[in-house]
């Protein structure tokens, strides 16, 4: 009877075992804040693993410095992780009290649907502790402000600019970046040489997927768009058209750019010395350059419709039901003050996110060209609650059917009735 | 003469059976909580949600019935996505069986040679898929790839856009989904091989008849319950198609190489539409299980022949 009872009490103490060793796999992520001894312990999710981050952690050190009743600890994961836990973990209240969900500027509607991201308009304001919005590029202020309510604040601004290998361009006899797409389209051909019926070295390298986009630019110098200031789709318009007629028969026909590239593919194919030219952002820069590239950079050309390039941003935005709000207000207001942005400027040669420091980068070139662009860039698909889908949907696929031969025309137009569907444009 | 009836006694035995039966039940605690948290209720969970406008952390997410199915049945990118899996379940059984088949048959002595070959045809099957993809989309990339590089060395011009054409993404994707798992089909045949006794093969030979002969009436049907697993395997992993085109193509270009798994996970964790993507997934299981059960079902009337 004692070795029956023994064995039972074995038994459940195995089980228990078992038991609360599956539970402790269970809690919480390790992300939420805490105040210990007096400071309070703010964390931030981001999905800057690349060459920047520590342009973005001297930042977050620089601030940790300056308060030291606040203490912030910046993580960066890859942005397919980011955008896979922070929509249930923010739901759940258990998620990081900063975070930057996505690099597309549209997924800050997926947030605020879900009513898990903090409204920031009590923090907005003039003084040095506030979120001075005001200074913001235009369009990237209108991006973050939904139904009148700023709801982030750019972790970062980027603009595109037109890289090309010298040593390229001298070969070929051209002595300056082009100015104009009529110049532009003259050296991306000139550029081009190809021996044999196989392409040897590209003029421009042009991506369609998985990519910072490209194309829009592209349609925009020719006064052409994808979605108009109601959301209704005019890809199809007379301009748009042209633009992208011209443009696919020039990587058809003259063979300036390999079709079907990811973005990755597109740099390798740049920083490989297989292309002449290609339009980046200031994060290329630096892998360019140790790739031993002779690097010049110039504004995107101008076409008929005027000088734009494409800009970027990150939103960078509060967790609505953390524990330290406010704490995690101070430092937006903090981060994107003129001194915190002209420090991250020069440190990581990104352009700043405020259109009020001019002269203050007189001394940086390459920090001036990208800044010099702020005024006429313009964001992909700004503000629109569907612009995930309309990018993956149908814009991406649009741009790879007509670079492998597809009709324009009647290309553009299908895309036109898919975004007005997604977008519910009945005009 | 009186019988006497041995009633089944109902006092002890039921408790010492009762007493046994609680503590295998601790036992097997664990696992049926681990299936339960982890299987049975994502399954149950998931079917519910297929019924709602359901969103990742939104604050309402409303019954809508079969709204779901409906709107699957209306969306043409996702037949398109069904007819590529089809497609490529029905090329990667169909090749990884066939060729498998014809190696293990041609590598059943064991030499030495042999057994290096067997290595070099079962290694790419221990290789993570998402590795296998990368390599490949490097080998195959027209401007830095081996491949279209010595084929451009064998003077052909224009190398073909393996995987930035419409046409030939998939094609290059089932060729790469073979290569794969040719090793696991093989291994498996190779072992129903050993089974088959030498006796058999001698009586065949003594009758007259030829390699062929021998092979057709002899190893097939001795082969065939490790030819309905293989079989039964490569059709169920190929209707799950999803990191082998995530890493190669990310389903384009112009989703001529997505797939039903691929485009659940745009659904579900790109877009958020998580009631839409659990409708697909139940869509998915439904198809997996209807032709698992037909294989099934097709091989045991044909052992009742």
Not at chain 1, 175 to 182: I, L, S, V, W
Not at chain 1, 214 to 240: E, H, N, R, T, Y
Request: aromatic share 10%; proline share 5%; hydrophobic share 45%.
């Amino acid at each position: 009877m004692m070795i029956i009872n023994s064995r039972r009490r074995a038994a459940c103490l195995a089980a228990t075992v078992a038991a609360a060793a599956l539970v402790a796999g269970c809690g919480n992520n390790g992300v939420a804040s805490t105040s210990a001894g007096g400071v309070v312990q703010l964390t931030m999710l981001t999905g800057f693993t690349g060459p920047d981050e520590p342009s973005y952690q001297a930042l977050v050190a620089e601030f940790n410095k300056t308060h030291p009743d606040i203490h912030v600890t910046m993580t960066a994961e890859p942005w397919a992780t980011v955008a896979q836990k922070l929509p249930a973990a923010w739901a759940t209240g258990g998620g990081p009290d900063l975070a930057t969900p996505s690099s597309d500027p549209g997924s800050i509607f997926n947030y605020i649907k879900t009513n898990s991201v903090l409204p920031l308009d009590s923090s907005v304001g003039t003084g040095d502790d506030q979120i001075q919005s005001a200074a913001f590029p235009t369009a990237v202020r209108n991006a973050f402000t939904v139904d009148g309510k700023l709801y982030a604040v750019p972790a970062n601004m980027a603009t595109l600019v037109l890289y090309y290998n010298k040593d390229m361009f001298t070969a070929a006899g051209i002595t300056a970046p082009p100015k104009t797409e009529a110049d532009f389209i003259a050296d991306a051909k000139k550029l081009t040489v190809s021996s044999g019926g196989k392409v040897s070295q590209y003029g421009l390298s042009l991506a369609d997927n998985n990519t910072i986009q490209m194309w829009p630019i592209l349609q925009w110098m020719s006064g052409g768009d994808i979605v108009d200031a109601k959301g209704c789709g005019v890809v199809d318009s007379a301009a748009s058209v042209a633009a992208l007629t011209q443009w696919s028969q020039l990587v058809i026909q003259n063979h300036i750019s390999p079709i079907g590239q990811a973005g990755a593919d597109a740099d390798t194919l740049f920083s490989s010395k297989k292309a002449a030219m290609e339009i980046n952002g200031p994060w290329a820069a630096a892998g360019y350059k140790s790739a031993g590239i002779n690097l010049g950079m110039a504004e995107v050309p101008v076409g008929s419709a005027g000088p734009v390039t494409l800009a970027s941003t990150v939103p960078l935005m509060i967790e609505r039901n953390g524990p330290h709000t406010a704490q995690a207000e101070q430092f937006l207001a903090w981060y994107t003050s003129k001194t915190a942005q002209l420090k991250f400027s020069q440190v990581s040669g990104f352009p700043p996110a405020r259109t009020d420091l001019g002269s203050a980068l007189a001394g940086n070139a390459t920090v001036s060209l990208f800044a010099q662009a702020l005024p006429y860039a313009k964001l992909y698909l700004a503000g629109l609650s569907q612009s995930t889908a309309i990018d993956s949907d149908v814009y991406v696929p649009m741009i790879q059917q007509i670079e492998r031969g597809a009709n324009v025309q009647s290309a553009a137009s299908s895309a036109n009735q898919q975004i007005d569907k997604l977008t519910g444009c009945t005009s | 003469m009186a019988t006497t009836t041995l009633k089944p006694s109902s006092g002890p035995p039921r408790r010492r059976s009762r007493r046994r039966f609680n503590s295998a039940y601790l036992f097997v605690a664990p696992s049926v909580v681990i299936i339960a948290v982890f299987i049975a209720e994502p399954i149950v969970q998931s079917a519910w949600m297929s019924l709602h406008d359901w969103t990742i952390g939104a604050a309402s997410n409303p019954f809508t019935g079969l709204a779901n199915y409906r709107s699957l049945w209306h969306d043409s990118r996702f037949w398109n996505a069904l007819r590529v899996t089809l497609i490529y379940t029905a090329a990667v059984t169909v090749g990884q069986v066939g060729l498998g088949l014809a190696i293990a048959s041609r590598l059943r002595r064991t030499t030495w040679y042999s057994s290096l070959l067997r290595t070099a045809y079962f290694f790419p099957f221990v290789a993570s898929l998402v590795v296998v993809g990368i390599i490949w989309k490097f080998l195959l990339d027209p401007q830095v790839g081996l491949i279209d590089a010595w084929l451009g060395d064998l003077g052909v011009g224009n190398p073909p856009q393996w995987l930035q054409s419409t046409s030939l993404a998939l094609p290059t994707v089932i060729v790469v989904g073979i290569w794969k798992n040719v090793g696991f089909t093989m291994i498996v045949l190779l072992a129903g091989m050993q089974q088959v006794p030498a006796d058999l093969y001698e009586a065949a030979m003594l009758d007259g008849a030829g390699p062929w002969r021998r092979f057709t009436a002899v190893t097939l049907p001795a082969l065939r319950p490790a030819l309905l697993f293989t079989t039964l395997i490569a059709t169920i992993t190929g209707l799950q198609l999803f990191d082998l085109v995530f890493a190669m193509t990310s389903g384009g270009p112009v989703f001529s190489t997505e797939s039903v798994v691929m485009y659940l996970y745009e659904k579900g964790f790109v877009e958020f539409q998580m009631g839409y993507a659990s409708a697909i997934a139940w869509v998915l299981f439904i198809i997996i299980l209807a032709v698992s059960a037909v294989q099934l079902r097709v091989a045991r009337n044909r052992d009742g022949d």
